[in-house]
């Protein structure tokens, strides 16, 4: 629906509404009854007059009198994203506040509802949301091996296929989750055991992730609540673990 709506707008833009002048407390309100969902913030972007305006995990822009917007391609369906640039700083600065916005408190994760891998002293901390079919998830479980000193938090997160979700309560009931997971992911060996244990654990991961806005995997959280979806280099991850060292 939210979609849909902010397609809507792509082609018409906003009605000019009664509202000279209009502060950040008018626009939210004003933005929320014209696109039916909450507005979780609205400020001064800093730019060109125009408002940052957050809601249901995306960023988009309106000026003072909501006469238009500026707003992503994957609100629309477009290859062509809309993103604000700074041009001095020659930063991103739709981005940055993204990654502000969507950080995750790590300390706040459930960790009790993830597969603990430890290697190492265990000190550096790294959480993942994964699909057991997701393919670059597996790429990705066979470069975490090579990580050292860490300690990896992997929520099972099956969303691509029903077989997703009986794989991940077959390897959430093994008696060993963790040689369970990485038998699957990087030697191939599919579960075999029961999937009727208590398995509450991977419904709660998919209410949570849904609430995150997570909607592809893999998806890492860093320490830092930094989150980065999608395929992400060996080194990268090194580079954004180093700080924890």
């Avoid at 018409?12 to 950040?24: H, I, R, V």
């Avoid at 959430?172 to 999937?195: E, L």
Wanted: some cysteine; overall charge positive.
């Amino acid at each position: 629906m939210f979609k849909k709506t902010m397609a809507a707008l792509a082609v018409s833009l906003l009605a000019p509404l009664a509202l000279a002048q209009a502060g950040e407390a008018d626009i939210q309100k004003g933005m929320e009854a014209r696109l039916g969902v909450k507005v979780e913030s609205v400020t001064k972007a800093g730019y060109l007059g125009l408002y940052e305006v957050y809601a249901d995990g995306h960023i988009f822009y309106t000026d003072e009198q909501m006469t238009a917007v500026l707003i992503g391609g994957d609100l629309v369906r477009s290859q062509n994203a809309v993103n604000l640039i700074d041009l001095k700083a020659n930063r991103n600065v739709t981005d940055a506040r993204l990654r502000k916005l969507q950080a995750i408190n790590f300390a706040e994760l459930p960790l009790d509802r993830a597969i603990k891998q430890v290697r190492g002293d265990g000190k550096r901390v790294l959480a993942s949301f994964e699909d057991p079919n997701c393919g670059y998830c597996k790429r990705l479980a066979k470069d975490l091996q090579k990580l050292k000193n860490v300690t990896v938090y992997t929520f099972l997160y099956p969303i691509l296929s029903e077989d997703s979700v009986k794989k991940s309560k077959q390897i959430w009931c093994a008696s060993d989750r963790a040689k369970a997971w990485s038998d699957w992911m990087i030697d191939g060996v599919a579960p075999s055991g029961r999937d009727d244990c208590d398995t509450t654990a991977i419904t709660k991961n998919q209410e949570f992730g849904r609430k995150l806005n997570i909607t592809g995997t893999p998806t890492l959280i860093f320490a830092d609540g930094e989150r980065v979806p999608g395929a992400v280099p060996l080194k990268v991850i090194e580079q954004k673990l180093s700080p924890a060292k």
